[in-house]
């Protein structure tokens, strides 16, 4: 249902900025650990080979995943029930203290194994704000955003979703190219940025205070307000009403956030202990290619508001499954002195490709469910096939590694994304089915 109530283009940018904001700093936060393991790896788990270290700080990684289906489910459902804003609030604070925890949790040396197991409370903090931020977000600026422009609108999640981890990169740069050498980031440098993420979160948690609620959302409560039908509102049962949207959902983010995590994550590890390059060229070529990346979403969002959502998923289906395997196995054979700007070439095409999914994935999926269970049904799903693939990404990605079998995780990407254009091939275009209508 369109919204009765038109809500002026200024206050629509002003909202959209607000939680495109607090999406940033909460995903900046999440994606700090990533950028910085490479450092803190032998702080919580000494007396292991790089690879034992860095698999180690993959599988914190990969729990901190697995609380984000109950992110999703907690954070979607009180979306659903109380509002978007309250829920989007709520979020920002938990990753806030998640990023400060880890920020003075002491070195293995110091208090011995109580070091990995504070590191792992973190990341479970942080799963769980993180779970419930997507579905809220993608279903805050989904309707937040007017009929014809809603692909480019929801687009800025991914740019605020990038947004975070180019920071992330960003200081690290900065860290390393001029103020801390070597000797002090592997000591206490790498605790930084999880200061500056908690920082951050409390300018996040005033935007979002100060926020408008969607009109969708209101219009919705106060339609139901009398029947009794209203509990069911961001429940499970409601959300289970839909299984053909969520198995949609499941479907077409498979391959997306295993292509995604791939070149985002993964990738600045892949460089450094594959191919053989710096940490600082690892960190410049991954930051390079994310801030092209990021500023490319919305032209795809705008491209799926004239032609549809469909071309866009099944053009990112086809080149991935067609590409992957090459453009995974080039990068492993490039020369770590003089195959920098090929290195950057080939994760430049490859984000190209996955740009058709990650910049309209947050509308097509508001678009497959009513506003009484959007959030949950946007989150839920989505964080569970995420938990289990997104977030395992760089563990298989270095387990395979480990046991000599590299190019095995090349075919495994590739067969994800395959699954997803079967997907994308079947599902009708919801850019002229939409719920929202």
Known sequence: MEHSHEVSTTSRLRAIVSGS??????WYDWYAYSAF?????????????????????????????LMRPIGGWLFGSLADKA?????????????????LLIALTPSYQSIGLFAP?????????????????????ATYLSEMATANRRGFFSSFQYV??????????????LLQKMLLDEGQMNAWGWRVPFFIGAA??????????????????????????NKPSKKHSGSVAELLKHPKALITVFGLTLGGTVAFYTYSTYMQKYLINTVGFSKEDSTLITFTSLLIFALLQPLFGLLSDRIGRKPLLIGF??????CTVPMLSKLGQLDSATGLWTAFLIIMLALIIVSGYTAINAVVKAELFPTNIRALGVGLPYSLTVAIFGGTCEYVALWFKHIGQEQYFFYYVTGCIFISLLVYSFMKDTKKTSSFH
Do not use: C, W
């Open 21 to 26: 904001i607090g999406n940033l700093v909460e």
């Open 37 to 65: 393991s490479i450092y803190f790896a032998p702080i919580f788990f000494p007396d292991s080979s790089p690879t034992a270290q860095l698999l180690n700080t993959a599988g914190i990684f990969a729990v901190g995943f």
């Open 83 to 99: 509002g978007r804003k309250f829920s989007m609030t709520i979020s920002v604070l938990l990753m806030s203290f998640g990023s």
């Open 117 to 137: 197991a504070l590191l792992l409370i973190a990341r479970l903090l942080q799963g769980l704000s993180v779970g419930g931020e997507y579905g809220t977000s």
């Open 160 to 173: 605020t979703l990038i947004g975070g981890q180019l920071i992330a990169l960003g200081i690290q740069l």
């Open 200 to 225: 951050l979160s409390l300018v996040a948690l005033y935007l979002r205070s100060h926020m408008a609620e969607t009109e969708a959302f209101k219009q919705s409560s106060s339609n139901m307000a």
């Open 317 to 322: 289906g086809v080149l991935g499954s067609l």
